[in-house]
């Protein structure tokens, strides 16, 4: 007569972070969260610009704290040192944080090639660029969205998170 027990993970249970989530929450309105957060969940690059270096890593450690329970298996690099830009040529997917304002000729003029989708987040001006591979001329290619009821749900709390922020100031 043995008896087992069997319990589910919590997995809505957040561990305890040491992350600063008000940076991202304040850089960033909240469509633009989702935005990275989709591309950040469908493993593409992103490469996110910004002139004060005291911002990248923050903001890219809070982006990966999102994605709890499940986390970012490719390379991250929260500020890429201009010898290393190579890097983002590479074929898999990154999460690069590079300390420059955001040139619209950055890609040509570092010698680097889009052959996926990729997003660039110009953190100076809240502003985000998707890139198309170029073989998807007639956009025959299209990323899916995140599920409707769990990007309202993600929307709700992030957007509490936010209005929270607000309040204590």
Do not use: W
């Not at 610009?49 to 970012?72: A, D």
Request: charged share 25%.
């Amino acid at each position: 007569n043995e008896s087992i027990i069997l319990k589910a993970n919590q997995m809505n249970d957040l561990y305890t972070l040491n992350i600063e989530f008000e940076r991202l929450f304040t850089i960033f309105n909240l469509n633009n969260i989702l935005e990275i957060f989709q591309y950040l969940m469908l493993n593409t690059k992103i490469i996110i610009f910004s002139k004060e270096i005291k911002n990248l890593t923050p903001v890219i450690l809070s982006l990966l704290s999102l994605l709890y329970p499940f986390h970012y298996p490719y390379t991250v690099v929260s500020v890429l040192h201009k010898e290393a830009y190579k890097l983002i040529d590479n074929i898999v997917p990154v999460l690069v944080g590079i300390n420059e304002k955001y040139n619209s000729n950055f890609l040509k003029e570092n010698d680097i090639d889009i052959c996926d989708f990729t997003l660039i987040v110009n953190m100076d001006n809240q502003e985000l660029i998707k890139m198309e591979p170029p073989d998807n001329k007639n956009k025959q290619k299209k990323l899916p969205s995140l599920p409707q009821k769990y990007k309202s749900n993600l929307e709700k709390k992030i957007n509490n998170y936010i209005l929270e922020i607000k309040n204590n100031k």
